[in-house]
């Protein structure tokens, strides 16, 4: 069992930054993909990125690659998304979540292949 705790989130005007840290308890942190997911009102949950469990991998979506950065720290057993640049359209609850290592980058970004998820924390860019 893994339990997933996010934070950071907060309002921020567009051109700022923000950085999210999902903590995560549980054994063998480094076994998990871990990934980034939105929802915005009214919208289905939506893929940001993705990160194998040694980090050396990393994807994104196509609307925040070169402004977003997942990375983690295994020995902190947490993994960031660091969102520069932020946009009113990034306006979202960003999820984080864990999956077993075998999930390739390109099946990352279905939600359906996470098995563990956090509560979630609000992200709102004002225009």
């Known amino acids: 069992q893994v339990q997933l705790v996010e934070s950071g989130g907060g309002l921020v005007q567009a051109g700022g930054s923000l950085r999210l840290s999902c903590a995560a308890s549980g054994r063998i942190f480094s076994a998990y993909r871990m990934a980034w997911f939105r929802q915005a009102p009214g919208k289905e949950r939506e893929f940001v990125a993705t990160?194998?469990?040694?980090?050396?991998?990393?994807y994104y979506a196509d609307s925040v690659k070169g402004r977003f950065t997942i990375s983690r720290n295994n020995a902190k057993n947490t993994v960031y998304l660091q969102m520069n640049s932020l946009k009113p359209e990034d306006t979202a609850v960003y999820y984080c979540?864990?999956?077993?290592?075998?999930?390739?980058?390109?099946?990352?970004?279905?939600?359906?292949?996470?098995?563990?998820w956090g509560q979630g924390t609000q992200v709102t860019v004002s225009s």
């Open positions: 990160i194998s469990g040694s980090g050396g991998t990393t």
């Open positions: 979540a864990a999956g077993s290592a075998s999930i390739t980058t390109g099946q990352g970004m279905g939600p359906e292949r996470y098995d563990y």
